[in-house]
């Protein structure tokens, strides 16, 4: 591919501004809105993406019958930082929220900071969160009081507490202590002594988690909250981030011959995903917009308990040691499957190659709502809605990616895209499988590569090449504007100081915060229910 004319105006062109660069387009009637955000989700997870994938054949007619993304990225490559930039759209260095949040934290995803929940219960909305939160669990910064109107899942990873099946993952974590002190003797450091809370709404019904049985709880909430939903006559916002596919993992009892542990959680994923929509199809086709993806790529050090990255290996690093996934700015650490299902608005058997966020969902679904976007700020991500009905394959043109753990500052820029073009301030290798990783490079003129023709990330451009020297001006004008802009902006700091008291405990008195009869049915209500305060 020849080097394109970059121009001034190629990155004068908005790409963090209010709205997006069309008109919105409201339809008649409100749409109902499913995003199903799943955990450490590699782009090559699904067999619409990558062909030696196998387990995902509904995820398959999903992509069939709907629009595949294939050049679509988280915001972050870590946990709290993305799913913040989901439910805001804006980056970290926006929002506050640049790394984790701790069992322990006091704070979470600033108070300040308009959620889409928020803006949709504002239109008329029902609104629902099931499964992961971790965006903050101690006092208002619950889901209840972001602008869900139901909350049912884990207030952060699964990983983050004790179970009695603690499923799989590397290295091996034993279950929770027993009932004396003397059982927390010779633990090994993998998890926190606190038994993981499941949580409805304010209440822990269970803790610790059955964690074989989350999916299909899961599954039963979501269809439980459509249902509820539907019987109101109004539209509702279901906001389903799944467990999958972050360890432990804790696929069916028999898993299929030759699939093996990450297989089998795979396929236990996909037949979730069907379940939805189902239940959405259920309401009449056309009228709910699912939107699946994912939070960041494969957590590497994880080995086979860990995603397929497909073709984005990072090759430049690995080389250097380390992984080029989960944390990193490197394309397997960001860039995730995508899927939009619309019938009758999402045109069916699409491939889109536009260059497009999770940070475009909050915009986008806000147009489509009719909506307005919180005023006194700015926003990074995009209206899509003409990409989603295929009337256009123009999204970003500047897109940038933020440290989230593996070199350098957590928040900062490191890596930014123009048109095909990627260029890194700061190089660095997460933990890997191996046991290597990479240390933190700073890149001065920046690394550049071409991914129409490198996907790998193998080689970048001679320095002293044409095609380097065209780029360079643009590439350096697009990431000092971008710096300039956040710093204008209203941003926030998010509260990461952290106290004891804030761990969700049902039982103070008890090893592990567990609760009697805790293994119970979170259906039935047997017990005196258990607050967290």
């Known amino acids: 591919m020849g080097t394109p004319l970059l121009s001034l105006w190629a990155v004068l062109v908005p790409t963090l501004v209010l709205v997006g660069p069309w008109a919105p387009c409201v339809v008649s009637r409100q749409p109902n809105f499913i995003v199903i955000l799943a955990d450490d989700v590699g782009w090559g997870d699904l067999g619409a993406n990558w062909a030696e994938t196998k387990e995902t054949p509904h995820l398959d007619q999903l992509a069939a019958e709907g629009t595949r993304f294939v050049d679509f990225h988280s915001a972050a490559s870590t946990?709290?930082?993305?799913?913040?930039?989901?439910?805001?759209?804006?980056?970290?260095?926006?929002?506050?929220?640049?790394?984790?949040?701790?069992?322990?934290?006091?704070?979470?995803?600033?108070?300040?900071?308009?959620?889409?929940?928020?803006?949709?219960?504002?239109?008329?909305?029902?609104?629902?969160?099931?499964?992961k939160w971790h965006l903050g669990h101690h006092g208002h910064h619950h889901p209840t009081s972001r602008g869900f109107d139901y909350y049912y899942g884990i207030p952060y990873s699964h990983d983050m507490g004790c179970t009695d099946t603690p499923g799989y993952n590397l290295p091996p974590c034993p279950p929770c202590p027993g009932h004396s002190a003397a059982a927390r003797v010779g633990r090994k450091d993998c998890y926190t002594e606190v038994a993981l809370p499941l949580m409805e709404n304010i209440t822990i019904v269970q803790q610790p988690v059955e964690l074989g049985s989350l999916a299909r709880r899961y599954a039963e909430q979501a269809e439980r909250f459509i249902q509820r939903a539907s019987a109101k006559g109004r539209p509702f916002f279901l906001y389903l981030a799944l467990a999958h596919m972050h360890v432990p993992l804790v696929p069916p009892p028999r898993p299929g011959p030759g699939r093996g542990i990450y297989g089998a959680s795979l396929g236990e994923m996909d037949a979730l995903v069907a379940r939805v929509k189902e239940a959405a199809d259920s309401l009449g086709r056309g009228s709910t917009l699912l939107w699946f993806t994912g939070d960041n790529g494969p957590w590497a050090q994880k080995c086979e308990l860990a995603g397929r990255l497909g073709p984005f290996v990072g090759a430049w690093q690995r080389q250097r040691g380390g992984s080029s996934a989960k944390q990193t700015t490197w394309e397997g650490g960001h860039r995730v499957p995508a899927l939009a299902y619309w019938p009758g608005r999402v045109p069916a058997g699409r491939t889109s190659q536009a260059l497009l966020s999770i940070l475009d969902i909050f915009p986008t679904l806000v147009a489509l709502a009719g909506a307005a976007l919180p005023p006194n700020r700015r926003f990074d991500g995009l209206d899509v809605s003409p990409v989603l009905f295929g009337w256009s394959d123009v999204g970003h043109k500047v897109l940038l990616h933020p440290n989230s753990g593996a070199a350098g500052k957590v928040g900062e820029v490191e890596a930014l895209r123009l048109h095909q073009y990627k260029a890194f301030y700061t190089t660095g290798g997460a933990l890997a499988c191996d046991g290597s990783t990479?240390?933190?490079?700073?890149?001065?003129?920046?690394?550049?590569?071409?991914?129409?023709?490198?996907?790998?990330?193998?080689?970048?451009?001679?320095?002293?090449?044409?095609?380097y020297q065209a780029v360079l001006p643009a590439i350096s004008r697009a990431y000092a504007q971008a710096l300039q802009d956040i710093a204008a902006d209203n941003v926030s700091v998010a509260d990461y100081s952290q106290d004891p008291a804030a761990i969700p405990c049902c039982n103070v008195q008890h090893v592990g915060c567990r609760c009697h009869g805790a293994t119970r049915d979170p259906h039935v209500e047997s017990t005196t229910p258990r607050l967290c305060l």
């Open 79 to 131: 946990c709290s930082p993305s799913r913040a930039s989901l439910l805001t759209g804006r980056l970290g260095l926006r929002n506050g929220v640049t790394h984790n949040f701790a069992i322990s934290s006091l704070g979470g995803l600033p108070r300040n900071e308009t959620t889409l929940a928020e803006v949709l219960r504002e239109a008329g909305y029902s609104t629902g969160a099931i499964g």
């Open 438 to 467: 990479g240390p933190a490079q700073q890149h001065h003129p920046p690394l550049i590569f071409n991914l129409a023709r490198d996907i790998q990330e193998q080689q970048p451009l001679d320095v002293a090449s044409r095609e």
